[in-house]
């Protein structure tokens, strides 16, 4: 990309409630077994929040991480962006009470929709901003309290789901380091694939939708499947095109973190070896867009990567959306 100057992470923080629910845990529940849960989806366990808990405290906490990762004071903050499916409520955005948890007086704040895709979503959208000088630090949040809206009467979705936040600061860095190029895209004609049908203007909250637990996830889990595979090798594809950048160059990839054999797929369609892939959903489930700041934080503490290599994001979610980006690791 042409610029005057480049964009990057220089501050990030994560966190993952203290309670974990494993396999052996959900069997009590509804009628599977650990068994099948490794084989087919690959994850062992996950974390929920205290129910007292919501997007914003756990997005808050990952976001102090973030700003003391950078040494940032929080009135530095020009805007504030929060990627959740599971905002505190439809309004004032989760991301308005961060602001305030955070006292970021000075922000700018507010949420986007883009399901599991959200964060890479809302890293395009503080770039830009910075890039286009409107903004110096951004801080963007991935946050979801997924147990909130998950049916833990089936087995078909409560098993695949956890709780997490992670957060990043983005501002101005080295030359030809940070952010290369991203590739967003959304496919609203397959939307239904993945929805929560009651709570909006569709369906508003009434003793029926409660009754027939229209505020919980439903989804056709055998088509978001076949789409995550295809769209996880199209979506990294395009930002190594348009970055210019040979597969062979990739230090990590970090896929969004949903199932073990959508990644095992997509990374054989890409010829990617295994050992450059970040992969933390045995822990945690799928936390939509706090996945990839989780994964992203814990790698880089983990050493996984450091100053001057690139690590490729790619995610995919409701909408349907995918998004990727390339970073060459500025810190
Ligand atoms: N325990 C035991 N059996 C289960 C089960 C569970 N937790 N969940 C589903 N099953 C059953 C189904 O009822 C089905 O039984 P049937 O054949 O008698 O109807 C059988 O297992 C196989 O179902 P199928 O849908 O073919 O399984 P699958 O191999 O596709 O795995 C998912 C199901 C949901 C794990 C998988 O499709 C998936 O991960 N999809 C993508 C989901 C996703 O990533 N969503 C988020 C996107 S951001």
């Given at each position: 990309m042409n610029s005057l100057y480049s964009v990057g992470i220089t501050?990030?923080?994560?966190y993952v409630p203290e309670k974990v629910i494993t396999n052996y845990d959900l069997c009590e529940i509804v009628d599977t077994s650990n068994e099948w849960i490794v084989e087919r989806t690959g994850i062992q366990e996950r974390r929920i929040v205290?129910?007292?808990l919501s997007t914003s405290d756990i997005g808050t906490i990952a976001a102090n991480k973030a700003l003391e990762d950078s040494n940032t004071n929080p009135k530095e903050i020009d805007l504030i962006i929060v990627a959740t499916a599971t905002p505190d409520m439809a309004f004032p955005s989760t991301a308005c009470i961060v602001q305030k948890n955070i006292q970021a007086i000075n922000a700018a704040a507010f949420d986007i929709s883009a399901g599991c895709s959200g964060f890479i979503y809302g890293l395009s959208i503080g770039?830009?901003?910075?890039?286009?000088?409107t903004y110096r630090k951004v801080l963007v949040i991935g946050g979801e309290t997924l147990s909130k809206i998950v049916n833990w009467e089936d087995r078909n979705t409560c098993v695949l789901f956890?709780?997490?936040a992670g957060a990043?600061?983005?501002?101005?860095?080295?030359?030809?380091?940070?952010?290369?190029?991203?590739?967003?895209?959304?496919?609203?004609?397959?939307?239904?694939?993945?929805?929560?049908?009651a709570g909006g203007s569709r369906l508003p909250a009434s003793y029926e939708t409660v009754s027939n637990r229209l505020h919980t996830i439903k989804m056709d889990g055998r088509e978001v499947f076949k789409f995550a595979v295809r769209i996880i090798e199209k979506s990294s594809k395009e930002v190594l095109r348009k970055a210019n950048i040979p597969l062979e160059q990739i230090d990590l990839l970090i896929p969004h973190q949903a199932n073990m054999r959508i990644i095992q797929s997509a990374i054989k369609k890409l010829q990617l070896e295994e050992n450059k892939v970040y992969i933390n959903l045995d822990k945690y489930g799928n936390m939509s867009s706090a996945s990839i700041p989780v994964a992203l934080d814990e790698?880089?503490?983990?050493?996984?990567?450091?100053?001057?290599?690139?690590?490729?994001l790619v995610a995919f979610g409701a909408g349907l959306t995918w998004g990727a980006t390339l970073l060459r690791w500025n810190k």
């Amino acid at each position: 990309m042409n610029s005057l100057y480049s964009v990057g992470i220089t501050g990030i923080g994560s966190y993952v409630p203290e309670k974990v629910i494993t396999n052996y845990d959900l069997c009590e529940i509804v009628d599977t077994s650990n068994e099948w849960i490794v084989e087919r989806t690959g994850i062992q366990e996950r974390r929920i929040v205290d129910q007292s808990l919501s997007t914003s405290d756990i997005g808050t906490i990952a976001a102090n991480k973030a700003l003391e990762d950078s040494n940032t004071n929080p009135k530095e903050i020009d805007l504030i962006i929060v990627a959740t499916a599971t905002p505190d409520m439809a309004f004032p955005s989760t991301a308005c009470i961060v602001q305030k948890n955070i006292q970021a007086i000075n922000a700018a704040a507010f949420d986007i929709s883009a399901g599991c895709s959200g964060f890479i979503y809302g890293l395009s959208i503080g770039f830009n901003f910075i890039k286009a000088g409107t903004y110096r630090k951004v801080l963007v949040i991935g946050g979801e309290t997924l147990s909130k809206i998950v049916n833990w009467e089936d087995r078909n979705t409560c098993v695949l789901f956890g709780d997490g936040a992670g957060a990043c600061i983005l501002e101005r860095c080295e030359e030809g380091f940070g952010f290369l190029t991203f590739d967003l895209g959304s496919d609203g004609n397959n939307g239904h694939l993945l929805i929560q049908p009651a709570g909006g203007s569709r369906l508003p909250a009434s003793y029926e939708t409660v009754s027939n637990r229209l505020h919980t996830i439903k989804m056709d889990g055998r088509e978001v499947f076949k789409f995550a595979v295809r769209i996880i090798e199209k979506s990294s594809k395009e930002v190594l095109r348009k970055a210019n950048i040979p597969l062979e160059q990739i230090d990590l990839l970090i896929p969004h973190q949903a199932n073990m054999r959508i990644i095992q797929s997509a990374i054989k369609k890409l010829q990617l070896e295994e050992n450059k892939v970040y992969i933390n959903l045995d822990k945690y489930g799928n936390m939509s867009s706090a996945s990839i700041p989780v994964a992203l934080d814990e790698a880089y503490k983990k050493e996984f990567f450091s100053k001057g290599d690139i690590v490729l994001l790619v995610a995919f979610g409701a909408g349907l959306t995918w998004g990727a980006t390339l970073l060459r690791w500025n810190k």
